[in-house]
């Protein structure tokens, strides 16, 4: 078996510095939405959409990638693999914006957890990746948690179940498509950039939208929701080149603990000792996910 992947590549710090701090920013995002919550979530995402687009093309522009972008464009499957994975990250903004606008957070930081597993599931179904004894018992322990909430809700926990679903699937489309991630992000927002210009137009034309806002911090907020989508994944990308990926997947639990947190601490969800069951089986199967690659080392190295 080979080390290199147990050595940490030259600049793992900067990388942890750097991906970590796209998670702490993404974990933190409620607090900004919070800010917007006189917006309908619909139009939240529609303002995101836009401005993430004219945001993202600039910095696009200003990193010299047009010309790389416009040799994707022409490729008709990455275009429709980028089509997809937009809707299905739309899909995503809007539970999650959703979710803060409800007062649901424990429940979408849940659907971040199980998110990790859920790939797992993927990565067994769709790309026929053998499932260890220790993944099955995670998966198990996950679907008992679902199980558990569902009880708990009276219905099925589609909050945390469509976002893992959204991004999970995400992620899988852009694991298959081999495009740079804001060259990506890129695409994906300039596709729904008509629409998302027309329906803001559209409404404002009506008088029914919130832009132009009476109060022009709504103005500004929604204008910056584009950097503020477009900066943490550019960090991530520069972190994600400059760590293990054992690494990395320790570092993504860092967004929802921060969630959590916030939802309980400072946003007045309550946390429920069912929560806290439901939560207790999502982190022992992260555990035991976790543990099964140190478990196998030291196998390896005891037969050896």
Not at 96 to 106: E, G, H, K, N, P
Not at 148 to 156: A, D, E, K, N, P
Not at 256 to 263: K, S
Request: charged content about 10%; hydrophobic content about 60%.
């Amino acid at each position: 078996m080979s080390k290199t992947a147990d050595i940490a590549p030259p600049n793992e710090a900067a990388g942890i510095l750097l991906a970590g701090s796209a998670y702490a920013i993404w974990g933190i995002f409620p607090l900004y939405w919070d800010l917007l919550a006189a917006v309908p979530p619909f139009e939240l995402v529609i303002h995101r959409m836009l401005w993430c687009a004219l945001f993202a093309a600039g910095v696009t522009a200003a990193r010299g990638r047009l010309r790389t972008m416009w040799s994707v464009v022409r490729t008709k499957r990455l275009l429709l693999a980028l089509a997809l994975s937009g809707m299905l990250i739309a899909v995503n903004w809007t539970i999650y914006i959703y979710s803060i606008a409800t007062a649901q957070l424990v429940e979408a930081s849940l659907g971040y957890y199980i998110t990790p597993l859920l790939s797992i599931a993927l990565g067994v179904v769709m790309l026929g990746e053998r499932l260890s004894r220790f993944r099955l018992a995670a998966l198990a322990l996950a679907a008992i948690a679902v199980g558990v909430l569902s009880l708990r809700l009276g219905h099925v926990p589609w909050i945390a179940l469509g976002l893992a679903l959204s991004f999970g699937f995400y992620g899988y489309v852009r694991k298959l498509t081999p495009v740079d991630s804001l060259d990506g992000l890129t695409i994906e927002m300039a596709l729904f950039f008509p629409l998302s210009l027309g329906l803001i137009l559209f409404w404002g034309w009506k008088g029914t939208g919130v832009f132009p806002s009476v109060h022009l911090s709504i103005d500004a907020l929604l204008l910056l929701a584009g950097p503020v989508t477009a900066i943490p994944l550019a960090l991530f990308a520069a972190g994600a080149r400059r760590v293990r990926m054992t690494t990395l997947g320790f570092l993504q639990y860092l967004a929802p603990t921060i969630t959590l947190l916030l939802a309980t601490l400072f946003l007045g969800e309550k946390f429920t000792s069912t929560d806290a069951a439901v939560f207790g089986c999502v982190w022992a199967a992260l555990l035991l996910v976790g543990l099964e690659g140190p478990v196998a080392r030291s196998a390896v190295r005891q037969g050896a």
